[in-house]
């Protein structure tokens, strides 16, 4: 019955053998499975001696002295620890030779097992902390950064997007296993172990030199004792943080941050949009989500002695000189975004274009912004 089916299966999928798809998780799993017994082994292999020996001893004293099997085994154990205690019986000639060669042989192993033990811990700390060491100048050397703290499903997505941007950053997390795992995806992460509340760990983060912070705190209380020691430490931190709960956006936005997102929120005017207006979000899902970058949304500001500055926005003509697409422009002393802004707009020193183009089109913008007219 249950050949005739799978019969049946490899007729429909046209195959010997039916297809299997194999979860990632599982695969990575089994790929690094080797490895894993490999260094198992080298732990272990010494101690496994140390007990082939053990269990062999006693054979010896059977063999060559007659002895019972408990007499022999407990000779060999006194023998091979070296403990000093007197022999059970009287030894022969071929008895002490024995024992003299198990004694040397005993010493050897016990020495190899612990020195090797010893030189894998030993070695794995040295390494773990030259690691660390080594990570920790680059965080110090690290300036208009960004400080993520807490990493929970939130947390990767935003790392995701950072390290698709190519913008520093640096994370903060206090649960050793979440790191552990986060290392696992982005081996190259820098990061920070401890509590995210406490200024020594903020200051390990260079909170001082960064340019902004994300609090993705499990509660809003810490996200809001985080916010107030983080303003206390820098005032000019660009502070994006996340509430919980609704009732707390005010209050996290009076304790200082800049902007505040509700995932309940924003999860609601997303579901709600997709139903009402399908074709719109799709368009933006590409624009947003899509992996493959075929168009994005970004911000270049115009940079201080800018050739740019005084000058018209229709002077730049940066949709027909880059192809990208200016939806709107930040102006800097009005403090507010001007969407589909007049060719007769004014560009000053600080100014944000909003532009929406592919990675290509964005780079050819910058350029032109950098060279001038």
Known sequence: ????????????????????????????????????????????????????????????????????????????????????????????????????????????????????????????????????????KRVERMKDHYIICGVGSTGKWVIREFLKAKRPFVVIEHRHHHLMELLEEFPQLLWIEGDATEEEVLLRAGIKRAKGLLALLSTDADNLFLIITSKGLNPNLHIISRANDEKSIDKLLQGGADRVVSPAMTEGIRIASLALRPDVMSFLDVVVYEEKDLLVLEEISIPAGSGWIGQFIGDMDISRKAEALLLGIKLREKERIVFNPSRMTLIDEGDKLILLGTEKQLERARQLILQGP
């Open 1 to 136: 019955m249950i050949g005739s089916c799978f019969g049946q299966l490899r007729k429909e999928f046209g195959c010997s053998t039916l297809p299997v798809t194999v979860p990632e998780d599982l695969l990575k799993s089994a790929l690094g499975l080797p490895n894993l017994l490999r260094e198992m082994w080298k732990v272990f292999r010494p101690f496994l001696l140390v007990l082939a020996l053990i269990v062999v001893a006693p054979l010896g004293y059977v063999v060559l002295e007659g002895w019972s099997f408990p007499e022999a085994f407990y000779m060999g154990l006194i023998t091979i620890t070296t403990v000093g205690f007197g022999e059970v019986k009287p030894l022969s000639e071929a008895g002490r030779f024995f024992t003299s060669g198990l004694i040397i042989f005993g010493i050897g192993t016990f020495t190899y097992a612990l020195s090797t033990t010893t030189s894998k811990i030993v070695e794995g700390r040295l390494n773990e902390e030259w690691k660390r060491k080594k990570m920790m």
